[in-house]
């Protein structure tokens, strides 16, 4: 199974449920965690392995050849991006904004923006035991996540079994970045928080995820620290309530050494066999 973990806003706690929901299921059988939040990834930041590969990653962008230029305005014409655009007897390409969709480059009469790569990131894969995880990271000063986002699962696609579980630790908002790592998933688990903010959050991420025509889930992080909005809303709403993970010094103690929580406090690592039961059962009904 692909699971995409998301949430409407940052800080929810999807690092915190991702990794050690990967690693607790690792213990029994093989799992995949990818951290396709790559303008800041810290998955890594708990996750501990060998380091097995590493790849910079490039986008293609064009290049602009003044000799073969006739000027005739098309580029700029089919460019929705305004990434190309003629001032009078030049062509002005901003990499920055181009999206890579080739358009202006196979469109050119004179084939002159060919088409070039330009580095964007890095990927890293470790390996920990049964516990595979993929990191990439976005370049300082790069504004487009969703082609890393798609490279990144790529090359899960075409590294790992199927047969392994697929987490992947996505994006917070509702945002292109989240569409591309949630699009191709079975599942998604929503985390929150039972505030006016989390539930106000929660709303837009679940619209998403009907638009996107997914099965999902909402787990409620902190609980204890607000109301019973979140939970009424989910009642209402008939969304899956998997797990409320408690309002604990302990967590935020662990969390902010580095360390996972489940091995130290039963009553988080209870909530996580909440989650996986649930899992197990999608999993069961999808080969039915």
Not at 14 to 24: D, G, P, R
Not at 124 to 135: A, C, D, V, W
Not at 149 to 157: E, L, S
Not at 228 to 253: F, G, H, M, Q
Request: charged fraction near 25%.
């Amino acid at each position: 199974m692909k699971i995409a973990i998301a949430s409407g806003k940052g800080g929810t706690g999807k690092t915190t449920l991702s990794t050690n929901l990967a690693s607790y299921l690792s213990e029994k059988e093989t799992v995949v965690l990818t951290d396709v939040d790559v303008e800041e990834p810290n998955s890594g930041l708990f996750i501990k392995g060998e380091l097995v590969y590493e790849e910079d990653k490039f986008k293609m962008v064009p290049q602009w050849v003044e000799d073969k230029c006739t000027f005739c305005g098309i580029c700029q014409k089919v460019c929705n991006f305004h990434a190309v655009i003629q001032l009078g007897k030049m062509i002005m390409v901003f990499p920055q904004l181009c999206h890579g969709c080739y358009a202006c480059s196979e469109l050119c009469p004179e084939s002159a923006l060919p088409m070039i790569p330009k580095k964007m990131g890095i990927l890293r894969y470790y390996k920990n035991h049964q516990l595979h995880f993929t990191e990439s990271r976005l370049d300082i000063g790069e504004e487009q996540a969703v082609p890393l986002i798609r490279q990144t699962k790529d090359y899960i696609n075409n590294t790992f079994s199927e047969d392994a579980i697929r987490i992947y630790d996505s994006p917070p908002g509702t945002s292109c970045p989240v569409i591309e790592a949630t699009k191709d998933t079975d599942f998604i688990i929503l985390v929150t928080e039972p505030t006016p903010f989390g539930l106000h959050d929660l709303q837009l991420a679940v619209e998403t995820m009907k638009e996107l025509k997914k099965q999902f889930g909402v787990v409620i992080n902190r609980d204890g620290i607000g109301n019973s909005n979140v939970t009424d809303y989910c009642k209402a709403e008939n969304i899956p309530l998997l797990a409320k993970i408690p309002n604990d010094r302990r967590i935020a103690e662990l969390y902010s050494q580095g360390k996972l929580i489940y091995k130290d406090i039963p009553e988080f690592r209870q909530e996580l066999d909440k989650i996986i039961a649930y899992i197990k059962t999608l999993k069961i009904n999808r080969q039915a």
